[in-house]
T-cell receptor, first 116, second 109 residues
């Protein structure tokens, strides 16, 4: 299995809702990442997990809460989001905490989130 | 901003022509990668080049890295309509992972 699987593919949520995005990989990668991408912009790093511990938080608002239950799973819990949080949320993984060793990051196809 | 510049921002060519995209950055890097993104989809890794490498090839792709000029280029030879996508360079500098602004390539048949 050489994929990163993200669910759901699309999500529409109200500003008072609580929802979660899920990301799963079975490549034995020990680093996992959340990126946010607005239309026609490059992806922006949000969080990095290394060996299931949060290693980087790029000053992301607390309404985004990451969780890494085990080495294969990464969640992003959402609560009280704003319409400007609407974006494509991408999950990625890499072999080690120092970034890609050989083959780069593997990205999921993303969750397109709309906050209404 | 640590974001570098990619140029051109947009490139339109005919099938069969070569496409060259450039990426410049400001700080020292560990490695640099190029990705392709089809509209609204996830990113696909193309090539990783390390700071001690100068050139890498993969099929119709050729990436060069000039650390003295802090720049990299991606060459796609004999382009196809299926190459239409956005292309991003991404640098790792220490623990920082930084994407460039991207080049949108359009290949018409």
């Amino acid at each position: 299995d050489t994929e990163v699987t993200q669910t759901p593919k699309h999500l529409v949520m109200g500003m008072t809702n609580k929802k979660s995005l899920k990301c799963e990989q079975h490549m034995g990668h020990r680093a996992m990442y959340w990126y946010k991408q607005k239309a026609k912009k490059p992806p922006e790093l949000m969080f990095v997990y290394s060996y299931e511990k949060l290693s980087i938080n790029e000053s992301v608002p607390s309404r985004f809460s990451p969780e890494c239950p085990n080495s294969s799973l990464l969640n992003l819990h959402l609560h009280a989001l704003q319409p400007e949080d609407s974006a494509l949320y991408l999950c990625a993984s890499s072999q080690g905490p120092q970034g890609p060793l050989k083959d780069g990051y593997t990205f999921g196809s993303g969750t397109r989130l709309t906050v209404v | 901003s640590q974001q570098g510049e990619e140029d051109p921002q947009a490139l339109s060519i005919q099938e069969g022509e070569n496409a060259t995209m450039n990426c410049s950055y400001k700080t020292s890097i560990n490695n640099l990668q190029w990705y392709r993104q089809n509209s609204g989809r996830g990113l696909v890794h193309l090539i990783l080049i390390r700071s001690n490498e100068r050139e890498k090839h993969s099929g119709r792709l050729r990436v060069t890295l000039d650390t003295s000029k802090k720049s990299s280029s991606l060459l796609i030879t004999a382009s196809r309509a299926a190459d239409t996508a956005s292309y991003f360079c991404e640098r790792q500098a220490g623990t920082a992972l930084i994407f460039g602004k991207g080049t949108t390539l359009s290949v018409s048949s």
